[in-house]
Nanobody, 124 residues
């Protein structure tokens, strides 16, 4: 199973970026999709998730109202639209796929498949 995350880059505070995570159709349809991030010297943390049906989304309190997770079934791609970016959003962002339940949707261990990560740097 392969997930390819891309779209990261350098942006000024207040700016926007859209991350994409492409995978195979089978992986996409059978799994929930999520985004995690890891800042230097910190543990990886949950950012957002979307259930395989697309009907439910979940967000970290740190990004709620600024980030939007979505998916395009035809393109078998998940997205993370990030707006009003802050320097503290600087991190490597990872996409992940797995069969979660409500109690595990924010947990790394629920996701079996991971992308390679894409760097997001927000300058002040």
């Amino acid at each position: 199973v392969q997930l390819q995350a891309f779209g990261g880059g350098l942006v000024q505070a207040g700016g926007s970026l859209r991350l994409s995570c492409a995978t195979s159709g089978r992986t996409f349809s059978n799994n929930d999709m999520a985004w995690f991030r890891q800042a230097p010297g910190k543990e990886r943390e949950f950012v957002a998730a979307i259930r395989r049906s697309g009907g439910h989304t979940y967000y970290s309190d740190l990004v709620k109202g600024r980030f939007t997770v979505s998916k395009d079934n035809a393109k078998t791609t998940a997205y993370l639209q990030m707006t009003s970016l802050k320097p503290e959003d600087t991190a490597v962002y990872y996409c992940a796929a797995g069969p979660t339940i409500l109690s595990t949707v924010r947990q790394e261990r629920a996701y079996y498949h991971w992308g390679q990560g894409t760097q997001v740097t927000v300058s002040s």
